[in-house]
Protein backbone atom coordinates (compact mmCIF):
# COMPACT_ATOMS: atom_id res chain seq x y z
CA UNK A 1 0.00 0.00 0.00
CA UNK A 2 1.43 3.31 -0.79
CA UNK A 3 0.18 7.20 0.93
CA UNK A 4 1.10 10.15 -0.74
CA UNK A 5 0.08 12.43 1.43
CA UNK A 6 0.17 16.27 1.65
CA UNK A 7 2.96 16.54 -0.60
CA UNK A 8 4.39 19.59 -1.02
CA UNK A 9 8.19 20.47 -2.95
CA UNK A 10 9.55 23.66 -4.13
CA UNK A 11 12.57 23.75 -6.30
CA UNK A 12 15.20 25.77 -5.71
CA UNK A 13 13.94 28.85 -7.21
CA UNK A 14 10.77 28.38 -4.89
CA UNK A 15 8.58 27.17 -7.51
CA UNK A 16 6.38 24.04 -6.21
CA UNK A 17 6.98 20.71 -7.98
CA UNK A 18 4.57 19.22 -6.05
CA UNK A 19 1.34 20.95 -4.36
CA UNK A 20 -0.32 19.13 -2.11
CA UNK A 21 -0.29 15.83 -3.98
CA UNK A 22 -2.33 13.15 -2.85
CA UNK A 23 -2.54 9.83 -3.81
CA UNK A 24 -3.88 6.26 -2.05
CA UNK A 25 -3.06 2.96 -3.61
CA UNK A 26 -3.61 -0.17 -2.82
CA UNK A 27 -2.08 -3.99 -2.75
CA UNK A 28 -1.05 -5.30 -6.12
CA UNK A 29 -2.53 -2.11 -7.97
CA UNK A 30 -0.23 -1.11 -11.39
CA UNK A 31 0.04 2.51 -11.77
CA UNK A 32 1.93 4.44 -14.50
CA UNK A 33 2.41 8.03 -13.77
CA UNK A 34 3.11 10.44 -16.89
CA UNK A 35 3.66 14.25 -17.02
CA UNK A 36 5.68 16.71 -19.04
CA UNK A 37 9.67 17.33 -18.68
CA UNK A 38 9.78 18.69 -15.39
CA UNK A 39 6.97 18.20 -13.88
CA UNK A 40 8.92 15.82 -11.22
CA UNK A 41 8.51 12.62 -12.49
CA UNK A 42 12.21 11.19 -11.15
CA UNK A 43 11.93 13.11 -8.53
CA UNK A 44 8.83 11.73 -7.50
CA UNK A 45 10.65 8.14 -7.91
CA UNK A 46 13.28 9.17 -5.80
CA UNK A 47 11.21 10.68 -2.64
CA UNK A 48 8.77 7.28 -2.63
CA UNK A 49 12.39 4.90 -2.50
CA UNK A 50 13.09 7.60 0.68
CA UNK A 51 16.24 9.15 -1.11
CA UNK A 52 14.48 12.91 -1.17
CA UNK A 53 12.63 14.72 1.00
CA UNK A 54 10.17 17.06 0.62
CA UNK A 55 9.47 20.15 1.70
CA UNK A 56 6.42 19.22 3.43
CA UNK A 57 4.01 16.24 3.31
CA UNK A 58 4.29 12.26 4.25
CA UNK A 59 4.83 8.87 2.22
CA UNK A 60 3.57 5.78 3.45
CA UNK A 61 4.64 2.39 2.27
CA UNK A 62 2.79 -0.29 4.02
CA UNK A 63 1.80 1.88 6.85
CA UNK A 64 5.46 3.07 7.51
CA UNK A 65 6.16 6.89 6.96
CA UNK A 66 9.76 7.33 4.69
CA UNK A 67 10.41 10.20 6.14
CA UNK A 68 10.78 9.40 10.15
CA UNK A 69 12.49 5.99 9.70
CA UNK A 70 15.31 5.23 10.73
CA UNK A 71 18.54 4.70 8.50
CA UNK A 72 18.41 1.31 9.36
CA UNK A 73 14.90 0.59 8.96
CA UNK A 74 14.70 2.59 5.78
CA UNK A 75 17.57 0.66 4.36
CA UNK A 76 15.46 -2.80 5.51
CA UNK A 77 12.34 -1.53 4.35
CA UNK A 78 14.18 -0.52 0.86
CA UNK A 79 14.59 -4.34 0.41
CA UNK A 80 11.02 -4.61 -0.62
CA UNK A 81 11.73 -2.44 -3.23
CA UNK A 82 12.24 -3.52 -6.98
CA UNK A 83 13.84 -0.18 -9.14
CA UNK A 84 14.03 0.03 -12.54
CA UNK A 85 16.33 3.26 -13.70
CA UNK A 86 16.29 5.37 -16.82
CA UNK A 87 19.43 3.76 -17.03
CA UNK A 88 19.38 0.00 -17.31
CA UNK A 89 20.60 -1.30 -14.04
CA UNK A 90 22.76 -4.42 -15.41
CA UNK A 91 26.17 -4.84 -14.80
CA UNK A 92 28.48 -5.01 -18.08
CA UNK A 93 31.23 -7.32 -17.05
CA UNK A 94 28.62 -9.98 -16.01
CA UNK A 95 26.90 -12.12 -17.96
CA UNK A 96 22.84 -11.81 -18.05
CA UNK A 97 21.96 -14.95 -15.62
CA UNK A 98 24.17 -13.45 -13.41
CA UNK A 99 23.10 -10.18 -13.65
CA UNK A 100 19.69 -10.85 -13.05
CA UNK A 101 20.48 -13.10 -9.74
CA UNK A 102 23.05 -10.66 -8.15
CA UNK A 103 21.30 -8.27 -6.10
CA UNK A 104 18.74 -11.00 -4.75
CA UNK A 105 21.73 -12.96 -3.66
CA UNK A 106 23.90 -9.56 -2.80
CA UNK A 107 21.13 -8.73 -0.47
CA UNK A 108 20.31 -11.77 0.60
CA UNK A 109 16.48 -11.91 -0.33
CA UNK A 110 16.50 -15.45 -1.08
CA UNK A 111 18.44 -18.79 -1.72
CA UNK A 112 19.80 -18.97 -4.66
CA UNK A 113 18.49 -21.70 -6.08
CA UNK A 114 15.45 -19.48 -5.44
CA UNK A 115 17.07 -16.56 -7.16
CA UNK A 116 17.36 -18.63 -10.02
CA UNK A 117 14.47 -19.92 -10.71
CA UNK A 118 12.47 -16.87 -10.57
CA UNK A 119 14.92 -15.39 -13.12
CA UNK A 120 14.67 -18.60 -15.75
CA UNK A 121 10.53 -18.30 -15.13
CA UNK A 122 10.54 -14.59 -15.67
CA UNK A 123 13.14 -15.23 -18.67
CA UNK A 124 10.56 -17.98 -20.64
CA UNK A 125 7.47 -15.60 -20.63
CA UNK A 126 9.98 -12.90 -22.19
CA UNK A 127 11.08 -15.65 -24.80
CA UNK A 128 14.92 -14.33 -24.12
CA UNK A 129 16.63 -17.68 -22.93
CA UNK A 130 18.58 -17.27 -25.61
CA UNK A 131 20.86 -14.60 -24.63
CA UNK A 132 21.42 -15.88 -20.74
CA UNK A 133 25.05 -16.46 -21.52
CA UNK A 134 25.78 -13.63 -23.59
CA UNK A 135 27.53 -10.01 -22.03
CA UNK A 136 24.96 -6.92 -21.70
CA UNK A 137 26.73 -5.30 -24.32
CA UNK A 138 25.77 -7.72 -26.75
CA UNK A 139 22.06 -7.12 -26.61
CA UNK A 140 20.10 -4.09 -27.54
CA UNK A 141 18.72 -1.35 -25.28
CA UNK A 142 15.55 -2.52 -24.50
CA UNK A 143 16.07 -5.87 -24.00
CA UNK A 144 18.50 -4.20 -21.15
CA UNK A 145 15.63 -2.31 -19.79
CA UNK A 146 13.65 -5.34 -19.56
CA UNK A 147 16.19 -7.48 -18.05
CA UNK A 148 16.34 -4.42 -15.58
CA UNK A 149 12.93 -5.50 -14.56
CA UNK A 150 13.46 -8.93 -14.54
CA UNK A 151 16.86 -8.25 -12.19
CA UNK A 152 14.43 -6.37 -9.99
CA UNK A 153 11.87 -9.04 -10.08
CA UNK A 154 14.17 -12.04 -8.61
CA UNK A 155 14.29 -10.73 -5.16
CA UNK A 156 10.48 -10.80 -4.76
CA UNK A 157 9.99 -6.93 -4.03
CA UNK A 158 6.30 -5.87 -2.54
CA UNK A 159 7.10 -2.75 -4.82
CA UNK A 160 8.71 -2.13 -8.19
CA UNK A 161 9.56 1.59 -9.29
CA UNK A 162 10.00 2.25 -12.67
CA UNK A 163 11.91 5.95 -13.75
CA UNK A 164 10.96 6.65 -17.29
CA UNK A 165 9.92 3.24 -17.60
CA UNK A 166 8.87 3.25 -21.60
CA UNK A 167 12.29 4.90 -22.61
CA UNK A 168 14.05 3.55 -25.14
CA UNK A 169 11.56 1.35 -25.82
CA UNK A 170 10.10 0.38 -29.23
CA UNK A 171 6.35 -1.13 -29.65
CA UNK A 172 7.90 -4.77 -29.49
CA UNK A 173 9.59 -4.07 -26.55
CA UNK A 174 6.49 -2.40 -24.71
CA UNK A 175 4.91 -5.98 -25.70
CA UNK A 176 7.27 -8.15 -24.15
CA UNK A 177 7.30 -5.35 -20.79
CA UNK A 178 3.97 -6.11 -20.36
CA UNK A 179 4.00 -10.07 -20.50
CA UNK A 180 6.07 -9.40 -17.80
CA UNK A 181 4.14 -6.90 -15.96
CA UNK A 182 1.20 -9.34 -16.32
CA UNK A 183 3.16 -12.34 -14.78
CA UNK A 184 4.35 -10.54 -11.94
CA UNK A 185 0.78 -9.62 -11.19
CA UNK A 186 -0.28 -13.82 -11.57
CA UNK A 187 3.10 -14.65 -9.51
CA UNK A 188 2.88 -12.20 -6.83
CA UNK A 189 -0.54 -11.09 -6.18
CA UNK A 190 -0.01 -8.17 -3.89
CA UNK A 191 3.20 -6.55 -5.91
CA UNK A 192 2.38 -2.93 -6.40
CA UNK A 193 3.81 -1.29 -9.92
CA UNK A 194 4.37 2.44 -9.71
CA UNK A 195 6.07 3.41 -13.11
CA UNK A 196 6.44 6.74 -14.74
CA UNK A 197 6.84 7.74 -18.35
CA UNK A 198 7.19 11.01 -19.99
CA UNK A 199 4.53 8.99 -23.11
CA UNK A 200 1.10 8.61 -22.11
CA UNK A 201 0.12 6.18 -25.15
CA UNK A 202 3.18 4.16 -24.29
CA UNK A 203 2.35 3.33 -20.59
CA UNK A 204 -1.58 2.47 -22.14
CA UNK A 205 0.51 -0.56 -23.83
CA UNK A 206 1.55 -2.02 -20.31
CA UNK A 207 -1.34 -3.50 -18.69
CA UNK A 208 -1.74 -1.33 -16.32
CA UNK A 209 -4.76 -0.76 -13.68
CA UNK A 210 -4.35 3.29 -14.04
CA UNK A 211 -2.86 6.09 -15.36
CA UNK A 212 -2.52 9.28 -13.87
CA UNK A 213 -0.94 12.48 -15.14
CA UNK A 214 0.66 15.23 -13.26
CA UNK A 215 -0.89 18.20 -13.61
CA UNK A 216 0.47 21.89 -11.84
CA UNK A 217 1.69 19.51 -9.38
CA UNK A 218 -0.80 17.43 -8.69
CA UNK A 219 -2.21 13.63 -9.79
CA UNK A 220 -4.98 14.02 -12.29
CA UNK A 221 -6.99 11.33 -12.27
CA UNK A 222 -6.40 10.14 -8.75
CA UNK A 223 -10.06 9.73 -7.51
Not at 25 to 43: A, E, F, I, P, S
Not at 194 to 213: D, K, M, P, Q, W
Request: net charge neutral; hydrophobic share 45%; aromatic share 6%.
Amino acid sequence: MIDILDLQVTNKDGHPVFDHAELRLDKGVRVGVHGHHGTGKTLLIQLLMGEARPTRGEIKLDGLSLFSLPRPELFRLRKNVGYIPRDDALINNLPILENLVFPALYHALCAEAEALERALAAIDIIGMRGILHQMPGAISQGQRRILSAVRALVGRPKFMFGDDITFGLQAADLKILASLIEWSGRVFPDLCWFVTSLNHLSLEHLGLNRILAIEHGRFKGAN
